[in-house]
């Protein structure tokens, strides 16, 4: 009777998989089944396929890093074929690894917590918040590498974005932020580490934190090289990473790297997330505030990222194309953010409506680029006189809740890249090739003046007629 309940679970896990997903499933396990050696039934009944942890690891040796596969591996082990002893062998039956895959690809947040709890510890009971730290480390790191691996970034690269390692930590360290004990109340930094969550706590973590599940699904899909076509399987991870415009073959590196590229843009409008688009980057276009306003204007929303001389990057996205104009512009789906030393994203409160402002050459407003506050006390400035800004916030940001998001209060600008998102709108194609000094005739005499050849005819680009990098 066992032995029939059990194979109607299994049947039912089957049933989740189309007929070409289950016969890639079984494809898989076949290959794995063979590499490790047992090849199945010789004699009479014989014995059961299986898979060992050392053919996982062999299969999986590339797409993934290894500390990844033996967390699979554990994954896949703690599923309990009831009334078998399944749980002392050390292989994988068949049912086991369809169970897992059909609760990780297919299975809500119940399904997937069992599994999930002993990818993070081996042994059952509590986790210590350092070991749901380290799991979420291993699970991002591990997307990185496979996309990387299997060439699914999109026109992005490990060469031309900043080092992930930062970036890895900093995006688990924001997702943790959300661990919750039962009373409601969030450990942080040491206490954190040394906190024993359980199962209850640690699925509620889950079910309201998606990226766990996504980039589970991911590692699974790109790691075994399953199921990672089926649209219906992929539209939760289809815009992770938008598609990378307008840095191929610069040479440039960006300041963002790959872990806060996917969170950022994951809190982008939807509209916006299948495509980014360099539009300037002061290391390719020159420190100045009229190129950056050259650049930047009518070009519908965008990122703004940038670096201070302290090693801190932050920014902001611009809900709107920005205008040169000295009101205030924009709505409530501005945010500014934070990348490096930590990763966070501040929304607007409702306390006013200054989520954007940028002025140039007027006598009585300032003039710069700025995003919540007020005048003189702005969430994060970029001065029109070029390299100063400041990032006041006594104690936050009254537009976005942001605490001071530089080094010091007063900075001085490493670095500024700013990205489109989304489609560039249909007038930046005619509008947007006017370079500043065509705009600005007056500006042009006077380099001329001062015998300066146009060095900005040099620096002039075709927009949009790059090659796709997809």
């Known amino acids: 009777k066992m032995g029939n309940a059990e194979s109607n679970a299994y ?4 049933s989740r998989f189309l007929p070409e997903e289950q ?20 004699n009479g009944k014989g014995t059961k396929k299986t898979v060992t942890l050392a053919a996982l690891q062999a299969y999986m040796r590339e797409p ?49 917590i069992t599994i999930i709890m002993r990818m993070i510890s081996k042994t059952e009971g509590p986790v210590k918040g350092k070991q749901i730290q380290e799991f979420t480390e291993d699970l991002i790191m591990s997307v990185v590498h496979v996309l990387s691996y299997r060439k699914e970034l999109k026109g992005w690269n490990l060469e031309n974005t900043r080092d992930s390692a930062s970036g890895v930590k900093a995006l688990a360290s924001q997702l943790l932020s959300e661990l919750k ?28 934190v998606p990226q766990i599940s996504i980039f589970l699904s991911v590692v699974i899909r ?23 415009k307008g840095i191929k073959g610069r040479g440039l590196v ?10 950022i843009n994951s809190l982008l409008p939807a509209e916006l997330q299948h495509k980014w688009q360099l539009l300037f980057s002061s290391r390719l276009h020159g420190e100045s505030f009229s190129q950056l306003c050259g650049h930047i204007v009518n070009k519908g929303p965008c990122v703004v990222i940038l670096k ?35 990763l966070a994203v501040y929304t607007y409160t409702g306390y006013n409506d200054h989520y954007m402002y940028l002025n140039h050459g007027q006598q009585t407003m300032p003039n710069g680029l700025g995003m919540g506050g007020q005048h003189g ?66 500006a042009q005499a006077f380099l001329e003046m001062a015998g300066k050849s146009r060095q900005s005819e040099g620096l002039r680009e075709p927009i949009e007629e790059e090659e796709d990098d997809d």
């Open 11 to 14: 049947q039912n896990h089957l």
């Open 23 to 42: 016969s890639v499933i079984d494809g898989v396990f076949d290959t794995l089944s063979g590499l490790s050696g047992s090849a199945g039934a010789k």
């Open 64 to 112: 993934l890093p290894e500390q990844m596969t033996v967390r699979l591996y554990n994954g896949m082990k703690s599923i309990d074929l009831t009334g078998k002893s399944s749980g002392l062998s050390e292989q994988i039956a068949k049912e086991q690894f369809v169970i897992f895959m059909s609760n990780l690809l297919k299975g809500n947040a119940d399904e997937k």
């Open 181 to 208: 004990l039962a009373d409601g109340t969030k450990p942080v930094g040491p206490q954190l580490m040394e906190t024993n969550f359980d199962q209850s706590v640690t699925e509620d973590w889950v079910y309201r």
């Open 222 to 244: 790109q790691g075994f090289h399953v199921l990672h076509s089926l649209p219906d399987q992929t539209k939760d991870i289809l815009n992770l990473v938008p598609g990378c």
């Open 254 to 263: 960006s300041l963002f790297d790959i872990p806060s590229i996917i969170y």
């Open 308 to 342: 201070d001389l302290d090693g801190y990057i932050f920014g902001g996205f611009a809900s709107h194309s920005w205008e040169v104009k000295p009101q205030f512009q924009g709505d409530n789906r501005c945010f500014l953010f934070s990348v490096f030393p930590s």
């Open 377 to 442: 006390y702005f969430g994060l400035w970029i001065d029109s006189d070029y390299g100063k800004g400041h990032s006041k916030a006594k104690p936050r940001c009254t537009t976005y809740n942001s605490p001071q998001l530089s080094a010091k209060e007063d900075f001085t600008l490493d670095a500024v890249e700013v990205w489109a998102v989304g489609d560039l709108p249909e007038s930046a194609g005619t509008k947007g090739k006017k370079s500043i000094l065509d705009v600005d005739p007056e």
